[in-house]
């Protein structure tokens, strides 16, 4: 067990249990685990008993732009920056602070809610990470970059929004980091088009004619190619344990394939964008 003074944060990766008042990324919590480095910011002398990897830091690691954003009045937020901005884990700190709301995770690359390749929906309350929010309901893209793929990760938005734009309570868009470039900004304005959020949250200035509320980087721990593989292998292992291997015999299955029986791209989009 080790005594925390007032004011310090902890940044914990593993388990934590918690004497003491503190705020864990908005939420009041007393124990969790989690795979990612969490700070844990004691308002009071605290005592913390961690099995796993911690840092200790002065002062809160929570900008004040997001305890800004977090008492607006909006009922989207599209968050917009590139990797390693922290996008991801101010999700989840407005989810908490708000009491809860809709998280539509759109980051096919690295995916918290969704198994990477893939986008999803979930509501997040009392959270430490969006790894550990349950989806309620995915797309799947079959790529962890949506260069290439744009035409199909523009259909998985507009199908997952179609869905929760009819749920009531707040919402939180989370993106990808791909923010550079021409290709960069015309997916990332099809994705406003289609979801025409009340406010983005950028890390990156004003880059749209939109409605927008400028936010600091937080405390960011940065990750290389290797843990990022790393974290998708993980990903990869919580959503497929417990699957099983089907062998089916061939001639008793009926395959039909759907090569040119799609819809025009440019037709697709102009649908999607009302244009």
């Keep these: 067990m080790m005594k925390v003074p007032k004011g310090k944060t902890v940044l914990v990766k593993g388990v934590a249990s918690i004497k003491g008042e503190c705020e864990v990324l908005g939420a009041r919590l007393n124990f969790f685990e989690c795979e990612k480095f969490v700070p844990?910011?004691?308002?009071?002398d605290c005592e913390i008993e961690i099995n796993g990897e911690f840092r200790i830091l002065d002062g809160s690691?929570?900008?004040e732009s997001w305890k800004k954003l977090a008492k607006m009045d909006w009922e989207t937020v599209f968050l917009y920056g590139g990797v390693d901005s922290g996008k991801s884990t101010l999700a989840a700190y407005l989810a908490n602070k708000v009491g809860g709301a809709y998280v539509?995770?759109?980051d096919i690359g690295q995916a918290d809610i969704a198994n990477p390749g893939a986008m999803g929906y979930g509501f997040a309350k009392d959270?430490?990470?969006?790894?550990?929010?349950s989806m309620i309901n995915g797309f799947f893209v079959g790529s962890i970059t949506p260069q290439g793929r744009e035409a199909k990760c523009l259909q998985g938005v507009a199908r997952l929004w179609k869905e929760l734009r009819r749920l009531d309570g707040r919402k939180i868009v989370d993106t990808t980091g791909w923010v550079k470039g021409r290709g960069a900004k015309e997916y990332k304005l099809a994705k406003l088009e289609i979801i025409e959020p009340d406010l983005i949250a950028s890390f990156e200035g004003k880059p749209f004619d939109w409605k927008t509320f400028e936010v600091e980087k937080g405390y960011v721990i940065r990750r290389d190619k290797i843990d990022r593989a790393k974290a998708r292998f993980e990903s990869y292992q919580k959503f497929l344990r417990g699957a099983r291997i089907l062998e089916l015999e061939r001639d008793r299955i009926n395959l039909k394939p759907d090569l040119f029986r799609g819809k025009d791209v440019?037709?697709?989009?102009?649908s999607v964008l009302g244009v």
Excluded at 40 to 44: D, L, P, S, Y
Excluded at 127 to 133: D, M, Q, T
């Design 104 to 106: 539509l995770d759109l």
């Design 61 to 63: 690691t929570i900008p």
């Design 266 to 270: 440019t037709q697709f989009i102009e």
């Design 40 to 44: 844990v910011f004691c308002i009071e």
């Design 127 to 133: 959270v430490v990470s969006l790894s550990k929010v």
